[in-house]
């Protein structure tokens, strides 16, 4: 059971939009940045977003990231068949001092 | 080229030790800090172990807490993890990550390419 909440899957076709959410507490996500993380197959994982909305350098700008309040959201658009992947939200956790992952976010393009 | 290359993966006994390594090469080792995070195998990432810069901050997952000590060395821009007492649940590939600041806090940008570690009699 993770301390942050990502659903299982999500879906969409190519061109279009998919929105991934995780949702946690205020001792997480409330007070802290929010990374992104994309691990596509068979491949070590790769920051998309960090401090909630910044995207690293190479990164581009069909992703997106925000936060409210205990939830933060990934944005894709343009969905590309080479963005299929798991996508993973994490944070520090104040109370447990402790980095917290989402349970992760299959994505299909279909 | 930022890169981090992990070593001292393999098969273990329930109960034996193990050491991991991680080579950082391509910024300022000691400046950042660092992680340990694994993926059991088809499981989610989870979080090990964080050291800050200076090795003044250390926390664990409560998980591995009291059989896992992480270490680093920035003479020799080597992040270490000590395996004790290990477990057929530590069975994973271990990542090593770079924060994006001198705090393990912060978001990781850099992962190595993870080395294998089996528990099995």
């Known amino acids: 059971q993770s301390v942050l909440t990502q659903p299982p899957s999500v879906s969409a076709a190519p061109g279009q939009k998919v929105t991934i959410s995780c949702s946690g507490s205020?001792?997480?996500?409330?007070?802290?940045?929010v990374s992104w993380y994309q691990q596509l197959p068979g491949t070590a994982p790769k920051l998309l977003i960090d401090d909630n909305n910044k995207r690293p350098s190479g990164i581009p700008d069909r992703f997106s990231g925000s936060k409210s309040g205990t939830s933060a959201t990934l944005g894709i658009t343009g969905l590309q068949t080479g963005d299929e992947a798991d996508y993973y939200c994490g944070t520090w956790d104040s109370s447990l001092s402790a980095v917290v992952f989402g349970g992760g976010t299959k994505l299909t393009v279909l | 080229e930022v890169q981090l290359v992990e070593s001292g993966g393999g098969l273990v006994q329930p109960g034996r030790s193990l050491r991991l390594s991680c080579a950082a090469s391509g910024f300022t080792f000691e400046d950042f800090a660092m992680h340990w995070v694994r993926q059991a195998p088809g499981k989610g990432l989870e979080w090990v172990s964080g050291i800050n810069w200076n090795s003044g901050s250390i926390d664990y997952a409560d998980s591995v807490k009291g059989r896992f000590t992480i270490s680093r060395d920035n003479a020799k821009n080597s992040l270490y993890l000590q395996m004790n007492s290990l477990r057929a649940e530590d069975t994973a590939l271990y990542y090593c990550?770079?924060?994006?600041?001198?705090?393990?806090?912060?978001?990781?940008?850099?992962w190595g390419q993870g080395t294998t570690v089996t528990v099995s009699s």
């Open positions: 205020s001792s997480n996500i409330e007070n802290n940045y």
């Open positions: 990550t770079k924060a994006t600041g001198r705090y393990h806090h912060y978001g990781m940008d850099v």
